[in-house]
């Protein structure tokens, strides 16, 4: 029995809407959703400070310009990963649960210090991990963001 085009490709058009139906429509169920801590924080900066999407989430970078000590690396590292902390708790999420972390650091010469913070944070299972120098607004010494799972 011989098979035209049309039915081989008819047949391989039935077979992919069975084979990926429930796949589109978890995808058509998957939303943004637009979070924050702090809801009501000014000035209201043009970048969402965390979005879920499905059962991950994305936070922003935390910068340490608000830090205790704004020129101690390890005090700005634990601010910036407390204010992660922060919008992961409000996501429904946690430290534990991060999958990928991002360091962009002012001076370089910080990571070994900036490292001992992060380790003592990620102590057990430890994220994959980007760090970067980089020039940081508004004089901070370092910014992390992070992708979490929910």
Known sequence: MSMTRRT????????????????????ATLRKK???????????PPY???????NLVFVSGKASYNATDPKDIRVCTKY???????????????????LKVQVFLRNIDD???????FAATFAKEPPARTTVAAIIPRESLVEIDVVAYL
Do not use: H, I, Q, W
Request: aromatic share 6%.
């Open 48 to 54: 969402s400070p965390a979005v879920a999407y499905g």
């Open 8 to 27: 081989l490709a008819s047949s391989a058009a039935a077979l992919g809407a069975v084979a990926f139906t429930p796949f589109a429509r978890a995808a």
């Open 80 to 98: 910036a990963l407390d204010e992660v902390a922060k919008e992961l708790k409000n996501a429904g999420s946690s430290m534990d649960n991060v």
């Open 34 to 44: 637009v979070l924050a801590a702090n809801p009501n924080a000014t000035p209201k």
């Open 111 to 117: 990571y070994a210090a900036m490292n001992e913070v």
